[in-house]
Structure formats: C-alpha cells, structure tokens
C-alpha cells in the first residue's frame, strides 16, 4: 500500500511506486507509440480534466549555485525532465516544483539555498533539492521533509520529482558502484539542457584524492572516480554533433583524473584533441598544484594546441607554507610558483587563474604578507579571493578563529591590490582570433575569448554567434577587452552542425517520433 504521509523519508524509491503507476520509461515509450487520429468535423468534445497531480505535467523551475560541475549536473536533470514530459520554465512564479541544485563551498551560497526552500514553502511550490549541501548534511533541520538527489543519483531525478510532485519525500542519497569500485557518476549520455547550446560541460571525473581541512565538497563529492576515456570521447564527438563550439571540461580536480584507473590527464586530453574541429575551443578546468607538477611538459604542449586555450586554473589559496599545512593542501608554495614559472616560460601568454584564501584560522600577518607579495609578482589576471568562511562539520571549523574584522580588512587589502593592476592594457592595437559564444550581462555585446581565454567584448551581430572572428582591440578594461571586426574578414564556423535551440534536449532522439507522426497526419 502507497504510504500517505507527506514527510515520510524511507531507503529508496522503490518502495514507493506503486504497481499501476507508469515510471519515466513507459511514458517515454508510450509516447513514441503515440499514432494521431484525423477529428470527426462538428463535433464538439468534452474538455479533458487532467489530474494536475499526474506526474510529467508539471511546470519545474530550476536553480543552480557554485561549480561548473554543478551547473553540468543541474543541465543533467534539465535535459531529462523534459525528455520526461515536464516543462522546465524560467518562472519561478508559475512553477509547481522548484528544483534547488545547491553548493557547499561557502556559507552565502548556503544561506541563499536555505533562503530559497523557505520561499518556495511560503509560495506553495512543491521541492526537491540537489547538490551538495543535501549530500553532506542529510539531516539539517531546513532539509527536513523535503526529497533529495543525491550527487550520483541525478540519472533518477525523474523519479524523485514524480513522487514529490504526490506529496511523497523520496531520498537517494547512495555511491555508485561497479564490482565494488566506486563509479564516476550518472551516465554521461543522459538527456540534458545546455545552458548555453554552444558550451558542453563535461564532468570528467568526480570527487578528489585531497583532505584539505576547510573543505566541505568532499564530504558530498567522496574520494576520486573517473569516468573512461571512451566515454569522455563519445560525449565530446556527440557534442559536437549538436553545434557545440566549445568544450570545458570540469571536476573537483581535472590534475587527479585517471589515477584511479590507470591513465592520467594529458593521456584523455591527447584522445579529446583529435575529436575538436578546426575553430572550435577546448577549456581545461581546476587543477590543484601536486598532481599536474609530473604532467608540465605534456601541459605545456597541450595548452599550446591551436584548439585548446591557454588557459589553466590553479588554486593556491595562500603563500605561506605554514598555512598551507594546516590546509594539508600538501605541496608547498614552491611548487605552485615552479608550475606557473614552467608553463610561463613553454607557452608564452598564457592565462593562470586562481584562488586565494584571505584569513585562514593561524594566518599571521607575516603569512598576509607572503600572500600579498605573490599577487604583486605574478599579477594574476583571474583572482578568485574568498573570506574564510568555517563550514560544519571541517576540521578547520574547531581551529581558533581570526576575528572577522581582521579577514574582511585582508579580504579588502588583497582586493585593492588586485583592482591596483591592468593586465589587457598593453593588448590595445592588437589583431586576434576569438571564439564568440554567448551575450554580456548588459545584453550590449557578445562576448568572445581569445587563445589566452581572454574575455573580449565584440558588436552584437547575429551572424557572430559560435563563430569564430578576427578582431582589433581597440580598448581593455580590468576584466575585459573590446574588439572591432576587421574590414574584409569572414567570421569561421566551427561547428559540423546547426547548434541546438536554447531549451532544445541533448541527446534525446524525438527526431523518428516527429517524423512518423508527420506521416500519419499527411496520411
């Protein structure tokens, strides 16, 4: 019997279906077997009073926070509600379900996923909630009632909304596993909703092999699991079938992928070049300093392909080794110094972004200070500068705590220091190839990036958009430049297909049922 108690949380979803209700993959083939029938004239018909508690009828609004591998999960579960019959909106209002896909990393992007729950509550709305604040801390207080997808359950979020959408509260929370080896995650040929239909985000392996003590994802992301090459090829050539002009791959720490299965980095990054066509652009994603020092020579040659941008995030959160240790980032900040030296010196120009941590329980000014002369030698272009924040549940959090007046002057002193320097000033007068792929935040431009991942602004011309184009910088600003079409030149089309529409499924084949249906309504 179909248990009715709205708050009732039990092990898995199989015990709540109940024997007549269809699951996802009957209403999809059930659809595909759907035939037409030509209307009698003059005949008036009944209006059908659907039960608006059907699932795969309802309208679901979808909010993401934090990580590029979360924005690829959240674009995951888009792709498969909708392949299911839901109507994905970006009305919050006329919703009936709002699908929260949260981030752990800091407490804002926590207290906006909490503030979210309660609004949704207050207006009514139904709610399930993903990511990793739900993965880490099941049992939070604001979490209770509510269903929750798992990290490595998002290939089943259809199911979970079918039952919150009757009131059930359904949580799936456990590890993939394959003969006992833990899985990368959801199966990468999934449905799924690009955000931007020019952009794949591909997830190549999930969790990390670090225990940094500050870190909460890996209380919600676990230990290393890569996915196969021959899967990440398959999604790479798949993508770019459907228009994508652009690759970024992401994961806790692209450096660490493959050591749990005997291959590494530069061994996928070699096998994904050969699938990107001329024009097209493949970014890398965060790597912490230890597991890309014995890579730096094939990096250098990577990172200097004509079809990979020379770009490379590597975080090293502070300068001094003392509070390095503490972190137990494990690698000292000569060794992050010896990556960027390396990769400055073998691929000249190129873009090394990262993050620093500003007042780390036992950050001395002296450490401050080291921190600070870093920024001043490198003048990092992109600097990702975050207040510490303790996270439940962390070592650190039971560390002696700095005084927040002392981390938010540090956070401002490093953020003065940042803004102080104009890294694109000298970029004016020069002519580049940029690849353009999206729309400015104002809606004035299009926004393109350069072999450097350098952002550049260009006229907002329809014919720009996922091409490639040459341009004259003309201005520069602190985090952008501004290119001018150059007279006479043709803008260059990577993609071998038309790109998908904006809202359009991945990966779901509705092209044979549209075709047949066509043909019995012709006949």
């Known amino acids: 019997i179909m248990p009715s108690a709205c708050d009732s949380a039990i092990e898995d979803i199989e015990d709540m279906?109940?024997?007549?209700?269809?699951?996802?993959?009957?209403?999809?083939?059930?659809?595909?077997?759907?035939?037409?029938?030509?209307?009698?004239?003059?005949?008036?018909?009944?209006?059908?009073?659907?039960?608006?508690?059907?699932?795969?009828?309802?309208?679901?609004?979808?909010?993401?926070?934090?990580?590029?591998?979360?924005?690829?999960?959240?674009?995951?579960?888009?792709?498969?509600?909708?392949?299911?019959?839901?109507?994905?909106?970006?009305d919050p209002i006329e919703a009936d379900l709002w699908l929260l896909n949260s981030c752990t990393v800091k407490n804002p992007a926590e207290d906006h996923f909490r503030n979210s729950i309660k609004k949704a509550q207050e207006q009514q709305k139904k709610v399930v909630v993903a990511g990793c604040v739900p993965q880490a801390q099941p049992r939070m207080d604001y979490l209770k009632g509510l269903s929750i997808i798992g990290v490595q359950q998002i290939d089943r979020v259809v199911e979970v909304v079918d039952e919150a959408v009757k009131g059930h509260s359904v949580r799936l929370l456990g590890q993939k596993k394959d003969g006992g080896r833990r899985l990368g995650g959801a199966r990468l040929d999934l449905p799924k909703i690009r955000k931007n239909p020019l952009i794949e985000i591909i997830s190549i392996n999930t969790g990390c092999l670090n225990a940094c003590t500050y870190c909460k994802t890996k209380h919600a992301r676990g230990d290393l699991a890569s996915y196969p090459i021959e899967e990440l090829v398959e999604r790479t050539r798949q993508s770019f079938q459907e228009g994508v002009c652009e690759i970024w791959l992401t994961s806790e720490d692209t450096g660490a992928y493959g050591r749990d299965i005997g291959t590494d980095l530069p061994t996928l990054l070699w096998r994904l070049v050969e699938e990107i066509p001329e024009g097209a652009m493949l970014r890398l994603g965060m790597t912490n300093p230890p597991y890309i020092l014995e890579h730096l020579e094939e990096m250098a040659k990577i990172l200097s392909h004509p079809r990979v941008y020379a770009f490379l995030h590597v975080p090293v959160q502070?300068?001094?080794?003392?509070?390095?240790?503490?972190?137990?980032?494990?690698?000292?900040?000569?060794?992050?110094?010896?990556?960027?030296?390396?990769?400055?010196?073998?691929?000249?120009?190129?873009?090394?972004?990262?993050?620093?941590?500003?007042?780390?329980?036992?950050?001395?000014?002296?450490?401050?200070?080291?921190?600070?002369?870093?920024?001043?030698?490198?003048?990092?272009?992109?600097?990702?500068?975050?207040?510490?924040?303790?996270?439940?549940?962390?070592?650190?959090?039971?560390?002696?705590?700095?005084?927040?007046?002392?981390?938010?002057?540090?956070?401002?002193?490093?953020?003065?220091?940042?803004?102080?320097?104009?890294?694109?000033?000298?970029?004016?007068?020069?002519?580049?190839?940029?690849?353009?792929?999206?729309?400015?935040?104002?809606?004035?431009?299009y926004v393109a990036h350069n072999k450097f991942y350098e952002q550049v602004l260009v006229p907002k011309r329809a014919e720009f958009k996922g091409k490639m184009v040459e341009v004259d910088i003309y201005e520069a600003g602190k985090h952008f430049m501004k290119g001018g079409p150059v007279e006479d030149?043709?803008?260059?089309?990577?993609?071998?297909?038309?790109?998908?529409?904006?809202?359009?499924?991945?990966?779901?084949?509705?092209?044979?049922?549209?075709?047949?249906?066509?043909?019995?309504?012709?006949?």
């Open 318 to 445: 502070s300068a001094s080794d003392s509070v390095l240790m503490d972190m137990k980032r494990e690698y000292c900040v000569g060794d992050f110094k010896r990556v960027v030296d390396f990769l400055k010196e073998r691929v000249p120009g190129v873009t090394i972004a990262t993050d620093i941590i500003c007042g780390f329980p036992g950050e001395t000014e002296e450490d401050f200070q080291e921190t600070l002369d870093l920024v001043k030698l490198y003048q990092f272009p992109s600097l990702f500068i975050n207040q510490f924040y303790p996270r439940p549940g962390t070592p650190a959090a039971k560390m002696e705590q700095i005084p927040a007046h002392i981390k938010k002057q540090r956070t401002k002193e490093l953020s003065q220091l940042f803004h102080s320097y104009h890294p694109y000033d000298h970029k004016v007068g020069e002519r580049q190839q940029v690849l353009v792929t999206e729309e400015s935040f104002d809606g004035q431009y």
């Open 17 to 90: 279906v109940s024997f007549n209700d269809p699951t996802p993959q009957d209403r999809q083939s059930a659809r595909k077997r759907i035939i037409p029938r030509s209307r009698k004239k003059n005949v008036e018909h009944e209006e059908l009073q659907a039960d608006s508690l059907i699932p795969g009828t309802q309208k679901i609004w979808m909010k993401t926070w934090g990580c590029s591998h979360n924005n690829s999960d959240g674009e995951y579960m888009a792709g498969q509600l909708a392949a299911s019959g839901y109507k994905i909106t970006d």
């Open 489 to 523: 030149s043709q803008p260059f089309t990577p993609s071998i297909a038309v790109p998908l529409q904006k809202g359009e499924v991945s990966g779901a084949d509705f092209s044979n049922t549209l075709l047949s249906l066509l043909l019995s309504t012709v006949c």
